[in-house]
């Protein structure tokens, strides 16, 4: 399993650097890849359980977020959003018209996930999109890659006290507390380095990245894990070796990608 996810990471990584450096509509095409197959795989989870959200509207509506946040920023998303919930709702009427009776919890969970996909999912482009955009994504994405890797292995190595044994019984405190050191760490890090490059990214820049992000950022594993435990799913798919989906690999990066843009944009 650990060799599994080393070689994905291993060829993962200078793909994903070359298309972050070369930003425009190269690392939107990306994006919008990663976060169609992230909504293709909540529509997998969810039917698995049993419902039926419309898996067309979530991949278009979670797509088009992406590419229009990059042609226009914030503006339209409304009438995007809109349009998303009136054809939605346009849909399930006429199959629930057909028979179905999951029609109103199905419409629900359509529009949580272009919301949780595709709304969070589109932050990855205003956050490149910011001055410096390239070092940013640079900062913020790895830190919680570090953060993770951190968990893991001191997870692995000397955890004893469950988190939320619940929602995912192998996540312990002490797995939780090594990924924050780790995370902040790396944070300060990445951004001296990458000071060199930008200099408005300083190291104290960087801790407080990392350790916001650190803390909160879990969270969105934890949540994503919430949605396959209901259902009894061990991977939204398994299109990583060794580590699943691509929902599982970004569940934490959908967080982190809208917090860091707000504390870049409000504190500096």
Known sequence: MLRERLLVVIVLIPVGVAFIAAGGWWYTLLIAAIMGTAAWEYWRIFHQGGFFPSRIILIISTTLLVFTRHAFGFQHADVLLTAAVIASMGAYLFRYEAG????????????????????????????????????????????????DAGAYF???????????????????????????????????????????????????????LGVILS??????????????????????????????????????????????????????
Not at 101 to 112: A, E, F, Q
Not at 229 to 246: E, T, W
């Open 100 to 147: 179905e009776t999951k029609s109103g919890v199905d419409l629900v969970i359509t529009l949580g996930g272009i919301l949780y996909i595709g709304w969070l999912g589109s932050y990855f482009i205003s956050l490149r999109n910011l001055p410096d955009g390239l070092w940013w994504v640079m900062l913020v994405i790895p830190l919680i890659g570090i953060g």
């Open 154 to 208: 001191i997870g692995s190595r000397f955890g004893k006290h469950a988190l939320v044994p619940r929602v995912s019984p192998k996540k312990t405190w002490e797995g939780y507390i090594g990924g924050v050191i780790c995370g902040v760490l790396g944070g300060m890090l990445l951004a001296s380095l990458w000071h060199l490059q930008a200099p408005a990214i300083t190291w104290d820049k960087g801790l407080v």
């Open 215 to 268: 803390l909160i950022c879990p969270l969105g594993d934890l949540g994503e894990s919430m949605l396959k435990r209901q259902f009894n799913v061990k991977d939204a798919s398994a299109i990583l070796p060794g580590h699943g989906g691509m929902l599982d690999r970004i569940d934490s990066w959908l967080w982190a990608a809208p917090l860091g843009y707000y504390l870049i944009l409000w504190l500096w």
